[in-house]
């Protein structure tokens, strides 16, 4: 399905999914699994249309119930109405028609969860979500929509700037829509856009990458931030192109690029403007920048600065409350590449003397190319604590490892098959300082 189709949906409404108690849509009635039409007159296509109508203070809902039609009055009590509306039905995202060279679900095996080859390119999840989408797809329809509803930030897979390149790195799909005039009219429309280039060796980088980013610099501060990543590589590339990882000396030839480049966007648009991904750091065995030189982490999700607002965030609560005592040991899971990292906090804060141990685990179901723990399967992380001596009483998962709305992981295992198959405890965190701490004063 095309962003233009996904426009011309039927408003046949939205579900609701839950509604808090105490709040404006509970006081009015609403329910879970009622289906709302429309909102003061206007039909409803999706959330974001359920968002763009529910602005007022007085809000007439036409709600469909058990087959019956019903009018609900919600009177709103500021900026949270209490309600949540189910995600959208995979048959109505508007998926991708591109085949990159470096698309990451292109290098799935076979025989996993469909849900997992759905590729989205729809500007109405990269609004909601922060998804990244290509544009190459996005027509008139769209474009208006997201103009009119000030859809904004958007996050835009760019990768070059170049448009034969561009073309080259997206399949070479039918649709050949330049990028700088999308990106120029949503700019010119007040829409902020945070863009990003997966890097791939011989492809998009050198003298391309250092064009993308002076081409995209003078559209800042519409284009708020680039950020550049590294391309991901599972061991599952068969009859793909050819691509390589990046190396820790190209790593450290980038760095010192960007610092450049950062310097002189810092003095002329009064922001670093690009930024780096966490990766190519630890790849290069390079100092991470200071918080301040993340300008607030606006794309923190991407992977940029994730290391450091962790490791920042937990010098503070360890400021704030002393290391808790471990009673009978705990072994913490993460991915190979923030293994050594989570083992020297640990270490300083003295908490590996009181039991606590990192597993980083190895990535053998997608190669080893793969580090980070939102990409660990359940089978590598039991294998792999399976063969240590002693877990400890707990383990805990970072909750990446199981974002799943089932608490699944990639290979459909579950936190409760490791706790059986390892006769331990499992308990799934999420990964900030303080839900970790915590975690640990109560192991």
Not at 111 to 136: A, C, P
Not at 272 to 298: K, M
Request: charged residues 25%.
């Amino acid at each position: 399905m095309s962003a233009d189709a996904a426009c011309a949906e039927p408003r046949n409404g939205v579900v609701v999914a839950r509604v808090r108690p105490r709040t404006a849509a509970a006081a009015a009635g609403l329910a879970r699994g009622d289906r709302v039409l429309a909102i003061n007159g206007h039909g409803l296509r999706d959330a974001i249309d359920f968002q763009f109508h529910a602005g007022d203070e007085a809000l007439e809902l036409r709600v469909e119930r058990d087959g019956s039609a019903l009018t609900l009055v919600l009177a709103r009590r500021g900026a949270d109405l209490g309600v949540e509306l189910e995600p959208p039905r995979a048959d109505a995202i508007a998926t991708c028609t591109n085949k990159c060279v470096f698309c990451f679900i292109h290098q799935l095996p076979k025989g996993m969860r469909r849900s997992l080859y759905v590729k989205d390119d729809d500007f109405r999840l990269s609004f909601l979500h922060g998804n990244y989408i290509t544009l190459t797809d996005l027509g008139e329809a769209a474009l208006e929509r997201i103009v009119e509803q000030r859809l904004s930030p958007l996050y835009v897979s760019v990768h070059a700037t170049d448009p034969e390149l561009r073309h080259r790195l997206l399949g070479r799909p039918r649709v050949s829509a330049p990028i700088l005039p999308r990106l120029e009219r949503l700019a010119k429309a007040g829409i902020r856009i945070h863009a990003q280039v997966v890097l791939c060796p011989g492809w998009n980088d050198g003298p391309h990458l250092e064009r993308t980013v002076a081409d995209l610099a003078p559209l800042h501060p519409q284009v708020a931030t680039t950020a550049i990543v590294p391309v991901g590589l599972t061991r599952h590339r068969e009859r793909l192109p050819a691509l390589r990882s990046l190396t820790p000396a190209e790593a450290r030839t980038l760095i010192a690029a960007v610092e450049g480049w950062q310097h002189r966007w810092l003095r002329e648009l009064g922001s670093r403007f690009v930024f780096l991904a966490d990766e190519i750091y630890l790849l290069a065995a390079e100092p991470l920048p200071p918080a301040r030189a993340y300008e607030g982490f606006p794309v923190v999700e991407d992977g940029v600065g994730l290391v450091r607002r962790f490791e920042d965030g937990f010098a503070r609560a360890l400021v704030r409350r002393p290391p808790p005592a471990v009673r009978d040991g705990v072994t913490l899971v993460t991915g190979e590449m923030f293994g050594r990292r989570l083992g020297a906090l640990l270490s300083g804060a003295g908490l590996d003397r009181a039991g606590v141990r990192v597993a980083a685990v190895p990535n053998d179901f997608f190669g080893r190319a793969i580090g980070v723990a939102g990409l660990l399967t359940g089978q590598d992380v039991r294998r792999h604590l399976a063969a240590l001596p002693d877990l400890g009483r707990t383990v805990l998962l970072p909750a990446v490892t199981v974002r799943d709305a089932d608490g699944i992981f990639l290979d459909d295992l579950t936190p409760a098959d490791l706790a059986r198959d390892l006769g331990v405890a499992v308990r799934v965190v999420e990964p900030s300082p303080t839900a970790l701490l915590s975690a640990l004063g109560r192991a």
